[in-house]
């Protein structure tokens, strides 16, 4: 198939593992009769959302590890269902690049330089920092994945707006989540107040 090299995606050359067959610059003629035009505007978008998804993926998946306190046992099944959640979407996108004919972006280090949020510092934070640092990358997942929805919808590409669609009804549901998580009433404010209006 014919192919296209994009020029804003400078091409670092490993030669301890060869030259690639095809490099991720070229963009295959997709099988799916959109345009190269859509193509090639549109791949950019989408594995920067997959990147952003995987930062989301390890932050979740840290925060399952080092969640503590009285509530453990929920928060912990709740970040692994969140982590679990986020691989099955992030590899939807990243199949959705490949129709399209790209290459979908596999390096560790290189998905930290296109992803939209930074992934939390190393270290163990508090629980309401922790689910704070996740409501922020959710939003800011939420305005990407709406961004590039609309450029989808530009192009005729309805597949892609679809796949993307799917991926903001889940990023708008975890965030709606974490905000409750968030709120100010708990059984633990609760019971201290109630102990300070007693005394």
Known sequence: MPTTQTADRPQTT???HG???RPQQMIEENPIGLSQEAAETLIPKLDEIQ???WTLYHQYQKHHWLVEGPQFHDLHAFFEEHYQEVHKYLDRVAERITALGGTPTSSPAKQAELSHV???PEGTYRLRAMLEHDLVA???LAEVVRETIDVALQHGDHGTKRTLEKVLTKVENRAHHLDHLLGE???ELGLTADRTLEA
């Open 14 to 16: 490993d030669t301890s």
């Open 118 to 120: 930074d992934h939390e």
């Open 185 to 187: 009433d708990s059984l």
């Open 138 to 140: 959710e939003r800011t």
């Open 51 to 53: 990147c952003t998804l």
């Open 19 to 21: 030259e690639p067959w």
